[in-house]
């Protein structure tokens, strides 16, 4: 809350709220305050906080237009182009500030009568507005406005709000209606929901600012204690002078190196092992007697084999996630290993298993075999004869082998394995042709990716009948995946059997907009987790056999266990749909689930670092809403060994819907009271839906907006204590201003949502590191 508010209302007399059969032109709405502003709660914004709000309301009094026969309508001004005045000359009525934001050729300024009414008065002045299109409703947008703000004696900056709603007629006298209306248009423009009882408590807003018989209120509220202080200087001018402070410089190699030093040293080490291995197999065969019917095509393919083998073996690794869990409670082999890249690491082994494939099917089948068949067959039987039996082979016979279908066999289901992987196909199926759709999604991605199974299966048949390597010492494939299949089936049967141990009782379901369902289930007994974490969901009814990753949003301290879960795809909306039709029937029994977890991801490390930044884009949220509520919950702990630790949490959510607002609502309002003398978590709310603080099409949310969060505490968009702030987040400016509080130290950035904002935020990281004292270190969320 703040703690010292004045405001100024012009002009400063009752409104007359006597209902009239008139309707008026409603042109502009304009709040102006003047605002001591000592501190800022955690959750509201600094740099978006209204310095100055003044109410102000003007009417206007265009000419009929010809095309719509609407009054004030843009395209009557074209219509009379000849009669158009030239410019305006600022001037001030009663000493009040005016708005000229109208396209038409009178303006009305409210003045005040010997009755104590608000009226409008006529002020002449001129437009070159341009002809637009008629419309039933014709909106005035900000680029096609001529506007002027004109300072009043006290010269304090306004807020500007334009508001034109064509096609009523004048009147003498404002009232709640016409004010409501304003309100409701507005909203829909912005793609906002106020129901008419929010849009009507927002007119009494206004209209208790307007009624009031002083020209000066003022509003005090030391109870309110602040969590931040807002820096003398904007953020913006503190971003400037980074570059003057005195810090040591760091190349964009050494922040790459230094970000990345795991993943180089890691990625290193593998192209060095497949490198070495090529070569060592590539050299030994180059000694052969098979050399000379086969020459380098033989080297070439045996090579790629043999790092094939090696990519088949560690590409089960990052996928066995309770091993991989359970390494990570190792802070030893957490500081070497990029636990937060195993996905990644898999990919890139996938891509070598890709290329490996092409190398050794492809010169098997263009080169090896062809040469064989053409062999001289003195030459054939000095060399190879012995491998074929002393028969020399057609193409057909060496297909036919069990080394010639089994690797022609594991080709098939790999390819399309790797096929229905890739994005576009996994992701946006219905980016693609008609026919394909059906045969693509994430259950085809799932099922297909169980097909190795087979392919594990046919390698090892295929390694032990190979035509060059009769000596079983000779066949290694079986070395290279004994030691990962046994891990990977370890776990997968570890896996079963704690599901079916696990007792899961769902004790609230709720439906939200969005096509999001929230479950709060009781927590099984023995199931311990970190914040941040995610479990596989399986729903028996959709498939037995799919399980799904979604983050827990509950705090390891609760008693339960909440997920939140958005119908994205073709399980989930199945999902959602079930849940649905059980809440809207009144079931007894919901839907059974089974889950499997926890398993660690990016977001558990926030516990490393003293300030963490955490960035969610729409159900992005998920994981930072456990890690929020799990240091709201520390706050009142009374644990010695980390009663000295200051910590410092940022969260920022950006989504596009304002019904997002209701799914963490309540958490949100639980953290701000949890934290409110602490002063430790800051949460900033971003609606990309609405125009940017500044445009005129938001102007008037934006002022009734700070009006109701000064009143009332609460924001009247997300309906929690956390202000919501319009359109995007610049983050260059939050990087900075992060910057400039905590110099020298360390920040957790931690980001959950598309890869393109994800790769500019880790670009951003980079360059704030080199640039300034305080380094960011960037975790992206992968499941």
């Not at 158009?84 to 009040?96: H, I, M, R, T, Y």
């Not at 079930?578 to 660690?600: C, H, R, T, V």
């Not at 958490?667 to 934290?675: A, L, P, R, T, Y």
Request: glycine share 6%.
């Amino acid at each position: 809350m703040v703690a010292s508010q004045e405001f100024v209302v012009c002009p400063t007399s009752k409104l007359s709220q006597n209902n009239s059969d008139q309707e008026p032109d409603i042109n502009g709405i304009l709040i102006h305050s003047t605002n001591n502003m000592g501190s800022l709660s955690a959750t509201t914004s600094p740099e978006n906080t209204p310095a100055e709000i003044e109410i102000n309301i003007n009417f206007h009094d265009g000419q009929s237009c010809a095309s719509c026969s609407k009054r004030s309508c843009p395209a009557s001004i074209a219509c009379s182009q000849n009669e158009l005045l030239g410019s305006v000359d600022p001037k001030e009525v009663k000493g009040e500030a005016k708005l000229l934001s109208l396209p038409s050729l009178r303006t009305e300024f409210i003045e005040c009568d010997a009755n104590g009414d608000l009226k409008w008065k006529e002020v002449e002045v001129a437009s070159d507005l341009a002809c637009s299109s008629a419309n039933t409703m014709c909106k005035v947008e900000a680029s096609d406005t001529r506007e002027e703000t004109i300072q009043a004696n006290s010269g304090n900056s306004k807020i500007r709000v334009s508001l034109d709603t064509c096609g009523r007629k004048i009147c003498e006298r404002i009232t709640e209606k016409e004010i409501i209306q304003a309100i409701l248009y507005s909203a829909s423009v912005n793609k906002l929901t106020f129901t008419p009882e929010e849009a009507k408590e927002c007119a009494r807003l206004i209209l208790e600012e307007l009624q009031s018989d002083e020209v000066t209120i003022e509003i005090n509220d030391q109870s309110a204690k602040s969590t931040y202080t807002p820096p003398a200087t904007t953020w913006s001018t503190e971003f400037l002078s980074l570059k003057d402070r005195p810090h040591k410089a760091l190349s964009s190699t050494n922040v790459l190196l230094r970000a990345h030093w795991r993943r180089v040293w890691i990625v290193t080490l593998w192209l060095a092992a497949c490198v070495g291995l090529f070569t060592w197999k590539f050299v030994q065969y180059r000694h052969r007697s098979a050399f000379e019917v086969m020459g380098y095509c033989l080297c070439t393919a045996k090579g790629a084999a043999e790092t094939l083998k090696l990519n088949m073996a560690l590409v089960l690794l990052p996928v066995c996630r309770n091993t991989v869990t359970w390494l990570r409670k190792s802070h030893k082999i957490g500081s070497v290993l990029p636990f937060n890249d195993t996905i990644n690491f898999h990919k890139l082994v996938a891509a070598g298993i890709i290329i490996g494939v092409i190398l050794h099917a492809g010169v098997h089948l263009t080169c090896d075999f062809p040469r064989i068949v053409r062999a001289d067959r003195f030459l054939f039987r000095q060399t190879i004869a012995c491998d074929f039996g002393y028969t020399q082979p057609s193409y057909l016979d060496i297909l036919a082998s069990t080394e010639g279908w089994t690797g022609l066999a594991m080709v098939i289901l790999m390819l399309m394995a790797f096929l229905l992987a890739l994005k576009t196909p996994r992701r946006s199926p219905q980016s693609l042709p008609g026919p394909i759709q059906r045969c693509v999604g994430f259950n085809a991605f799932w099922y297909t990716h169980h097909v190795f199974i087979f392919v594990y299966v046919l390698l090892i048949i295929h390694s032990m009948f190979l035509f060059l390597a009769k000596d079983f010492t000779a066949k290694t494939t079986w070395m290279y995946l004994a030691v990962p299949i046994l891990i990977y089936v370890g776990e997968r049967i570890y896996r079963t059997i704690r599901s079916e141990m696990v007792s899961l009782k769902i004790q609230k379901a709720r439906i939200y907009s969005g096509k999001v369902v929230s479950l709060e289930m009781k927590k099984p007994p023995g199931f311990t987790y970190r914040s941040g974490m995610y479990v596989f969901v399986q729903c028996p009814r959709i498939s037995k056999f799919e399980w799904h990753p979604f983050s827990l949003t509950s705090a390891p301290d609760d008693d339960h266990l909440t997920m939140h879960i958005r119908s994205l795809g073709d399980w989930s909306y199945q999902f959602y749909s079930i849940f649905q039709e059980a809440l809207l029937s009144g079931q007894a029994n919901l839907p059974k689930i089974a889950i499997d977890g926890p398993y660690g991801s990016a977001s558990q490390d926030h516990a490393k670092y003293d300030i963490i930044l955490l960035i969610g884009l729409g159900i992005g949220a998920t994981p930072f809403i456990s890690v929020l509520k799990d240091i709201a919950n520390g706050l009142n702990k009374a644990d010695k060994g980390k009663a000295n630790r200051k910590r410092k949490a940022y969260f920022y959510w950006v989504t596009r819907d304002q019904g997002s607002f209701e799914w963490f609502g309540d958490v949100m309002k639980e953290v701000s009271c949890m934290d409110k003398n602490q002063g430790v978590i800051e949460m900033y709310n971003y609606l990309t839906s609405v125009f940017q603080e500044g445009d005129k099409r938001s102007a008037l949310i934006s002022a009734i907006q700070a009006l109701h969060f000064i009143k009332n505490g609460v924001d009247i968009i997300s309906k929690t204590p956390v202000r919501t702030q319009f359109a995007r987040p610049n983050w260059p400016k939050v990087f900075s201003g992060l910057a400039t509080r905590h110099r020298e130290e360390k920040i957790g950035v931690f980001y959950c949502g598309p890869g393109s904002l994800g790769r500019q935020l880790e670009r951003l990281c980079h360059g704030m590191t080199a640039k300034t004292t305080t380094r960011f270190v960037f975790h992206k969320e992968y499941f």
